[in-house]
């Protein structure tokens, strides 16, 4: 069994920042591709950035230049640096995992419960 667990969220002010992380728990042997997802009141839920397992990222349009992900494969753990926060930033954000290698056993498309973050202005 795997866990992905996150922390980090909060309320901060506008212009504010805060740094998620996202522990991915269980006897682990590898990691693909992780990413924070977020999904807003009355929203869909989108793409903020995502990380291979040898640390290419890719933002989506509301990250860029803004946040940062990172990992740290000896941790099993992401991370999103988010700078210069906005009232529309306000959502809940999900860790994702698309593959999670235990032994010889594959668990994909893997979600934390969330972590939410409010932007107030």
């Known amino acids: 069994q795997v866990q992905l667990v996150e922390s980090g969220g909060g309320l901060v002010q506008a212009g504010g920042s805060l740094r998620l992380s996202c522990v991915v728990s269980g006897s682990i042997n590898s990691i693909d591709t992780m990413g924070w997802y977020r999904q807003g009141p009355g929203k869909e839920r989108e793409l903020v950035a995502t990380?291979?397992?040898?640390?290419?990222?890719t933002y989506g349009d509301s990250a860029k230049g803004r946040f940062t992900i990172s990992r740290d494969n000896a941790l099993n753990t992401i991370y999103l640096q988010m700078r210069y926060l906005k009232p529309e930033d306000t959502a809940t954000y999900f860790c994702?995992?698309?593959?999670?290698?235990?032994?010889?056993?594959?668990?994909?498309?893997?979600w934390g419960r969330g972590t939410q973050v409010t932007v107030s202005s």
């Open positions: 994702h995992a698309d593959r999670i290698l235990v032994g010889r056993l594959g668990y994909f498309d893997n």
């Open positions: 990380i291979t397992d040898d640390d290419t990222a």
